[in-house]
């Protein structure tokens, strides 16, 4: 069947979009009907049903241990250690409810959503990690502490989705294996390297950008295969090592000037539109080893793919998905939050290793599932109630029909039928707890008037500091095992935060001064160096009056007019030249 393009307008927010022939096609394969919500609509929903980085003290309801848990105690929710969670002591299909079809789908699921216990914390520490009782959607690791989204790794600290290497902190998005590693965004097989963004094979190194395979290069910005580089200057050793030494970085105001210093040098340099590396027919950024997928951010390995972020597998890939986000492994799902190594999960939630299951949330090697919470090993079952796989496939379809039918229709107006993600007024995270705040900040007022939830009541300490700001010392060589003891106050949001001992003990080996921001801070500050999750059609900047001028050889007189999709909007500083135009400009 010929499709065509069609224009579409986003009933939450009202913005036009576009639905592809391919878009027609996949969905048509799924057989789900077309998004009636534009792609940042989409994003936001499925990441308001994801509190990354909120972490609460409540105790376990079945064996009564003190716990953490990412669910705040007046969330509502029944919350069990994951010892319990995983055990036999508890059956979930004990809370199977009959489907009403005189409600709509959504008010009921929310109802047994509300009955189900659920995992505290998504990890698996004591089980196959070691140490790792703070993190979250954390696996098959050992000593990490307030890490989220994660595996395979070894002394990772304060860190999001780190995925290969050891000694890492206060790093975003490492997918191969790296070592010693600080305030990283982006910087694969490196050691040693620090405050640096998109460093690939660095050694030694501090305030890249874009450098690669480099080593003993410091403020520097598109090199290739360099040493001894300051400023993108070539320097013998002593002189480098002499400009090094003048910036003193490792006290906090050395860095804070370098990094301002940074800053502004970068700037002057051009930068490629995207980085979409050995991938073929690709859009978005940031998109590795994959091929024919349109508006994917960090994902890797994927193939006919649309609208992922954080994604990919190294070993066996993503394929055929839309609109997935921190979920890799696999293929034919659509409107997927964390479903690794699944088939057809559509509308699903934290639920892994399952096969054919539809709008299921926390269901791990499940077949055949519709609107379920909390199974495990699990076929054909309807609201956690078990059916044969003849009444399954008799009544699925007819509640498919009724939810077309009747509507779950939410504060905003907004229509919820078969096809749709959960709404994020139903989600059990406030929204300034999750994940959307990050790439769609509201404020209070806004989120309420929305009809969204808005979390009043998060465990933060303040004014409880013993040590201000001001009166810890500059170098780390000038502080003592005592600050363990301290209570330190952030110089941006006042929220009290201590200093732990694996912490204490990287900061010496790294000669790194003691942080003057928490750790939440810290986290916001590296969001918002990343690029957005959004595209705009842009011309390549080569040539125009706000390039530099530059004595590499181009193949066009005036601008360029190459034009691309690139995730720099339009008004931002940046100068962003198309892919042929930035090689000619790579040191």
Known sequence: MGYVSEKRVCQNCKAPFTIEPNDFGFYEKIKVPPPTFCPDCRRQRRWAWRNNMSLYNRKCELCGKGIISIYHPDSGLTVYCNKCWWSDKWDPKSYGMDYDFSKPFFTQFRELVGKVPHMAIVNDDGIASLNC???????????????????????????????????????????????????????????????????????????????????????????????????????????????????????????????????????????????????????????????NSKNCFVVKNAENCSYGDFGGDSNNGTKDCYDFTLTGGASECYECVVGDHSQLNLFGLLSVKSQDIKYCQHCHNCKHCFGCVGLRNTNYCIFNKQYTKEQYEELMPKIIEQMKTLPYTDKKGNKYSYGEYFPIELSYFGYNESCAMEQFPLAEK??????????????????????????????????????????????????????????????????????????????????????????????????????????????????????????????????????????????
């Not at 954390?138 to 990772?156: I, L, Q, R």
């Not at 305030?183 to 097989?189: S, V």
């Open 446 to 587: 806004e989120a309420r008037q929305a009809g969204y939830n808005w979390q009043d009541n998060t465990q933060k300490t303040t004014g409880k500091e013993t040590l201000k700001p001001e009166n810890i010392p500059d170098s780390i060589d000038e502080v003592g095992d005592s600050i363990l003891e301290e209570v330190l106050v952030c110089i941006n949001c006042k929220r009290n935060y201590k200093i732990v001992q694996n912490e204490y003990l990287f900061y010496k080996k790294m000669k790194i001064s003691i942080p003057r921001r928490c750790f939440y801070c810290r986290h916001e500050a590296r969001i918002k160096r990343r690029n957005p999750f959004k595209l705009w059609h842009r011309q390549c900047m080569c040539g125009s009056p706000s390039s530099p001028s530059t004595t590499a050889k181009h193949d066009h007189e005036g601008q360029c007019m190459n034009e691309f999709e690139t995730s720099y909007a339009p008004d931002r500083p940046e100068i962003v030249y198309c892919e042929k135009c930035y090689q000619a400009e790579v040191y």
């Open 133 to 291: 009782e703070y993190t979250h959607d954390w696996w098959f690791s050992k000593n990490c502490y307030m890490c989220f989204s994660g595996w395979y790794v070894e002394n990772v600290m304060y860190s999001f989705f780190i995925l290969a290497g050891k000694n890492i902190m206060d790093c975003t998005n490492i997918r191969t294996s790296s070592e010693w590693m600080y305030e990283c965004i982006h910087c694969p097989r490196s050691y040693q390297l620090k405050y640096s963004e998109i460093g690939v094979g660095c050694i030694d190194s501090a305030f890249v950008y874009d450098c690669w395979d480099c080593t003993n290069c410091f403020m520097c910005t598109g090199l290739r295969n360099k040493k001894y580089h300051f400023r993108n200057k070539q320097y013998s050793k002593e002189e480098y090592e002499k400009i090094l030494s003048g910036y003193k970085l490792d006290t906090f105001s050395g860095v804070e000037k370098a990094q301002e210093e940074f800053n502004e040098l970068i700037l002057k340099y051009p930068r490629r539109y995207a980085i979409n590396f050995k991938s073929l027919n690709c859009t978005g950024d940031l998109t590795t080893f994959s091929k």
